[in-house]
C-alpha cells in the first residue's frame, strides 16, 4: 500500500494531463480550462511535505499534453513547470487560515494562467486575446475551490505545523 500511496502524485497529474488531451467537446473558449486542471493537483502535490512528485514527472506530463494535443512542443511542460515554481515560492511562507491558503491558490492559478497567456502569445508573436485566458483560470479557481475538502488544502497548515514537532526521550 505504500508505493500507491507514493505514486499517487505523479499519478494524479498524468491521470489529469491525460484527461486535458481527450475530446470533451467543450467550446473554443473553454478548452483552456482542462489543461489548467493538472495546475491545481500540482500545487497541491507540492504544498505536501509527505508526497512524492519530481519536477521530471511534472514536465513529462506537460510533454506528454503538448504531443497529444498536436501542439507547440514544451508549451504545456513550461506552463506545468511555472505551477510548480508558483507552488516551491508559496510553500516558503505557507499562510496561516483556511481563507489564506485559499487565496494563495487562487493567486497561483491566476499567476499560472498568466504566464500561459504570455508564453502562447511569445509563440505567436502578437498579443493574443485574454479574455478566454481570464475565463479559463476563474473556471479553474471555481472548481479548485470546490475540490478544496477533497484536496485538504484547508487542512494543510496543521499538519505541517505538526510536522515540525520532534519528541526524543534523554537529556538536552
Known sequence: MKWVRASLPVLSVALLSLAAALPWGLAAEDRFVLPLLPVIA???????????????????????????????????????LCAYAVAMLVSRRPAASALGRMATLAFAIVAVTGFAWLLASLYFLQLLRWQPYAWSA?????????????????????????????LTRGSQ
Open 42 to 80: 500540482i500545487y497541491h502535490w507540492t504544498l505536501d511535505p509527505d508526497a512524492w512528485l519530481p519536477d521530471w514527472a511534472i514536465f513529462l506530463a506537460g510533454l506528454m499534453l503538448d504531443v497529444l494535443t498536436q501542439g507547440p512542443l514544451g508549451y504545456w511542460a513550461l506552463v506545468y
Open 138 to 166: 476563474l473556471v479553474t479557481i471555481i472548481l479548485a475551490f470546490a475540490l478544496t475538502p477533497f484536496l485538504g488544502i484547508t487542512w494543510s497548515g496543521a499538519k505541517s505545523a505538526a510536522r515540525g514537532m520532534r
